[in-house]
């Protein structure tokens, strides 16, 4: 919709009432009627002849004003929906789509209005029927007109009488949509068949958060749950799928429309239109046992009995064994966590060939991108592998957090995002305990949601959203990351019993209903209270609305008196750059644990020994008796408090010799984040680089091998390496970074060993991917003898003798150091290979090259129609060219700023840029050049970004950090590289 189209009718209120009598409105909105049937006669004509072309460019504005209300009135309450549906998956048909639904509701305050959220569909008007369903009889109630309000996607239907509070009504609305190619609400993807060469055509649903209504007229928001029907036509040849099982196959009666028949499903429980889902396909599935033994505690007598089903294209159906095997697993390990059984009768897991998300929790109809569900051990690495154990156990999670019991409104996302990115992490440790999950936690979440929750652009976890926009713009890091890691916090400081009760008591005395998240905070104060884990005079809403209420974090500052034994604790708001643009006041409930090594010095006592609170300037403890002057003192055990932490100059220094003498002393969780901590707050010039960088020889002086702390290194590098790349102390940085990896590159050796673990070898990858990428000679080398030893192999189709884990080190790293013959070899692999994940390597390697003409043709590929990057994948090509190199950040940056009109046509409503703008192209910007092309690329654009306007200002937020760290921090890195001297890095080659 463009920015003039008025709307043709204005709610004044959340309950339905107009400012003005019934009659009076319908006759002042004649002329807008007018106007929208004029519009929607033009659609029609377009729909026949140009299919899904009604793009979001033509029916969405361009800005919104957040004070317009885009609710639905609370005024009716749906029931069940009687959905038939006949999608045309044929380009001669313009992959249209038939359908009608007839919703039951409930009027629970009197009105004279039916409002349904509706987008991109066309409804037959003439068509549409109302009753009055509360008698045995049913009783016809007239329809006065009909308003369409596109730019809200708001559809009212106009009654002569209005409806009674108490009584129900029947609605029925046949209408025509589209298939359309966007990734979201009913949309169409395809695949090549091996065997024939042909396009094969399917439809799946993406409906979260907001997309449900493209697919049919529905009350989309998630406190509106009902009970669904859904009816799927389809061609014999076919299979549809949908949240419940089958119940029974029919022909249709139609004589032209033989061939076809209605798959009729059962009636589901309540559930929210976004969980709403169903496919039609050709897939082949194989069906998993749900048979698996968990403990014999378990509170439950019986276990659920789901059909457990994984779908895929027929040709790639073996490569979901792996998912098959561990989905069951953790289903039941949920079961029993919390308590509840999985209360459907079937599970389906879909993989398809294009998806908006890497995966959709649908209630009993989960789809996944197929990288996230297929694993082929030829093909696959360790880390794909575990991509696939993460997805999985997320969506499943979500059954009971999401589908189960609902946020009432998106304010609340986190309440089903943050559990289930938690519980993931203890269904993948219950099937793969040696990949020690649990540590990973703090390193995957914690720290990497600290770098989005330090800027002053974060935002609350909890937080007011109104429009679709605002709605998607919190499906972020803080909503994810941070969501999970404040229940984590919560896990440790209530303690797992308490909180395990706790959760389960949530989840029984909401299930198939909506909450907000007092409602949990309830359910865990009172058994908090029943356990004694909680003062009594202290509830867990009182804690935790100071970590969700809020945006950031704290950093807290320990400061020892070495005579005394007094410990002062203080806390205040972290920033990068201590610049703040507000006077607020930011205090939280803040749990501190800590460690001696006369006092849990095994690091296992996380419960908090004491409370910093919101009126606390600052705490003073006396632990005379648990600390001697010589020993050192650590906050934050295994990271569980969502906090950083600031220790005086001398407490660091103790903390450095401890770790140069015997590190193994400390946990391996807080090795990694004192590494994080502290090369952090030198960033923001709260410690100084000599003290934090002094801290980080400790890693090849002590032979460190545990990948935790080295990757927790290697991340903070990225920062040091984007900020000194092309400036004269790059050359030294090169040097540090070698002189600190090159024992672990001779002692890890470049191929795997048998013996090797999972964690030791993806150290090992970290540990190449760097030597590699600054320069190392036999680094370069073995990787560029590998890929050309492959390449000679051109008569065998796929013959790869690299070794799985190794391959997205070797393909970029011969690829950045090749030329065209390399990347046209890479690319005609990835057009032969049918496995996701080495496709994605592949995609991901081909953005390595440092040729500006490749780059900027794979950069137009990425946002053309049929090209060899799908739609799906066309971010992750931005993001990947703009984060190999400092020529693929220059040539993206370009690239956006002068084609940002055609990407945005291009995405439509799937487009998200947070990724690209944020973590591939800001995080690199350091000049104040760099700052006013970024100010003047939002200044260009305003409005045009969509959903992702939050992320640009993040974007300019990061380059004025990176500007002001340039001014303040540069010089002192680069004196200390100089004065520190370096060994064993005599072999390099130039590197950009």
């Given amino acids: 919709m463009s920015p003039n189209h008025s709307s043709t009718l204005t709610f004044t209120n959340r309950t339905g009432l ?188 993406q409906f979260s958060p907001t997309d449900a209504r493209r697919a049919f007229p529905c009350f989309d928001e998630p406190a509106f749950k009902a009970e669904f029907e859904v009816s799927l036509g389809r061609l014999e040849n076919m299979t549809t799928l949908s949240n419940m099982n089958l119940v029974k196959t029919v022909p249709f009666d139609e004589e032209d429309m033989r061939g076809w028949v209605w798959d009729h499903y059962a009636k589901s429980l309540p559930m929210s239109t976004y969980v709403v889902g169903f496919a039609v396909t050709d897939f082949a599935h194989i069906v998993s046992s749900c048979n698996s033994t968990l403990s014999s505690s378990s509170s439950l007598m019986t276990m659920s009995q789901p059909k457990f089903s994984i779908w895929a294209r027929p040709d790639a159906i073996n490569q979901t064994k792996y998912a098959g095997n561990i989905g069951p697993r953790i289903l039941r390990y949920f079961e029993e966590y919390f308590g509840i059984k999985f209360p459907l009768p079937k599970q389906d897991m879909i993989g398809v060939p294009d998806h908006r998300f890497s995966a959709m929790e649908n209630w009993g109809m989960i789809t996944y991108r197929e990288l996230v569900i297929f694993y082929d051990p030829d093909y696959s690495s360790d880390s794909d592998k575990r991509r696939i154990a993460d997805v999985v156990s997320h969506e499943l999670g979500h059954q009971w957090f999401g589908n189960l019991v609902t946020p009432a409104w998106w304010s609340d996302l986190w309440l089903k995002e943050g559990f289930a990115s938690y519980v993931q992490y203890l269904g993948v440790n219950y099937v793969e305990p040696d990949w020690k999950m649990l540590d990973l936690f703090v390193l995957n979440e914690v720290q990497k949601v600290f770098q989005l929750d330090a800027l002053n652009n974060s935002h609350p976890i909890s937080i007011p959203v109104n429009h679709p926009d605002e709605i998607n713009r919190i499906f972020d890091d803080i909503s994810y990351s941070k ?31 909506n909450t907000e998240q007092n409602d949990l905070w309830e359910s865990l104060t009172q058994v908090a209270h029943q356990d004694g884990t909680l003062d009594p005079n202290l509830t867990v809403g009182q804690i935790m609305d100071t970590w969700t209420l809020q945006k950031g974090f704290p950093v807290i500052h320990v400061k020892r008196n070495y005579e005394t034994g007094c410990v002062c604790f203080l806390q205040s708001k972290f920033s990068l750059t201590n610049e703040t643009t507000t006077t607020e006041e930011y205090r939280w409930y803040i749990p501190i644990s800590y460690t001696t090594p006369e006092f849990n010095s095994d690091f296992t006592l996380t419960v908090p020994q004491f409370w910093i609170l919101p009126n606390e300037t600052s705490v003073k403890k006396n632990l005379t008796g648990f600390l001697d002057e010589s020993d050192w003192f650590i906050v934050n055990i295994q990271t569980t408090g969502y906090y950083r932490v600031n220790y005086d100059t001398q407490n660091w220094i103790l903390i450095t010799t401890q770790l140069q003498l015997e590190p193994e002393e400390i946990h391996t969780v807080n090795r990694a984040q004192l590494i994080d901590d502290v ?103 073995n990787s560029v003898d590998l890929f050309a030893n492959w390449m000679s192999n051109r008569s065998k189709k796929f013959q790869n003798i690299i070794p799985v884990n190794l391959r997205s080190i070797v393909y970029c790293t011969a690829i950045r150091n090749g030329s065209t013959e390399e990347w046209e070899f890479a690319k005609n692999k990835y057009l032969q290979v049918n496995v996701a994940s080495e496709k994605d390597r592949i995609l991901t390697a081909l953005a390595c090259s440092q040729n500006e003409t490749i780059l900027t043709s ?53 487009l998200s840029i947070a990724k690209v703008i944020n973590g591939a192209i800001a995080v690199r910007l350091k000049s104040e050049s760099d700052l006013k092309d970024i100010e003047n690329f939002k200044m260009k654009y305003s409005g045009e970004f969509g959903f992702g306007e939050r992320a640009v200002d993040e974007a300019i937020e990061i380059v004025r950090t990176n500007v002001h760290w340039m001014k303040n921090s540069y010089q002192t890195v680069a004196n200390w590289l100089k004065k520190t001297r370096f060994t064993g890095t005599e072999e390099f080659v130039n590197s950009s």
């Fill in 18 to 205: 107009f400012s003005s009598k019934k009659r009076i409105i319908c006759t002042m909105v004649i002329f807008c009627l007018f106007i929208t049937i004029v519009g929607i006669c033009v659609y029609q004509l377009t729909y026949a002849e140009v299919g899904s072309s009604w793009t979001s460019t033509q029916v969405e504005e361009k800005r919104f004003k957040t004070q317009e209300n885009f609710r639905l009135p609370n005024t009716l309450k749906p029931i069940h929906y009687k959905l038939n549906l006949i999608p045309y998956l044929n380009p001669t048909k313009n992959f249209s789509m038939d359908g009608d639904v007839k919703i039951h509701i409930r009027c629970d305050q009197s009105t004279d209005r039916i409002v349904l959220n509706i987008k991109n569909i066309s409804v037959i008007k003439t068509n549409v029927q109302l009753w009055d369903v509360s008698e045995d009889e049913k009783k016809i109630v007239g329809i006065e007109c009909q308003v369409y309000d596109l730019k809200r996607d708001l559809y009212s239907i106009f009654v002569n009488e209005s409806l009674i509070e108490g009584r129900f009504y029947e609605i029925f609305i046949p209408y025509r949509a589209i298939l359309n190619d966007q990734l979201v609400g009913f949309y169409r993807s395809s695949y090549i068949d091996k065997g024939t060469n042909e396009t094969r055509w399917l439809g799946i649903t």
């Fill in 858 to 910: 794979y950069l137009n590929a990425a946002v053309t129609p049929n090209t060899f990057v799908r739609k799906q994948d066309s971010r992750n090509v931005l993001q990947r060219i703009a984060s190999s190199s400092d020529i693929g950040k220059r040539l993206t940056f370009q690239f956006l700023q002068k084609e940002w009109p055609r990407i945005r046509l291009y995405f439509g409503a799937g």
């Fill in 679 to 781: 090369m952090t707050l030198s960033r923001a010039s709260l410690l100084t680089y000599d003290l934090a960088l002094n801290l980080t020889l400790y890693l090849p002086n002590t032979n460190e091998m545990e990948y935790l702390p080295w990757q927790s290194y290697f991340n903070n590098l990225k920062h040091l390496s984007y900020m000194l790349q092309n400036c004269p102390a790059y050359s030294n940085f090169k040097e540090y970074v070698l002189s600190q990896l090159i024992s672990e590159y001779n002692r890890l050796g470049f191929l795997e060993r048998e013996f090797d673990s999972v964690l030791e070898k993806s150290h090992r990858v970290h540990i190449l991917k760097w030597a590699c990428n600054i320069g190392h000679i036999d680094c370069i080398q």
């Fill in 483 to 513: 969501g999970c890691s404040i229940i984590r916090m919560m896990d440790h400081f209530l303690t797992s019993k308490t909180f395990k009760q706790g959760v389960t008591n949530y989840l029984n005395k909401w299930k198939f209903n």
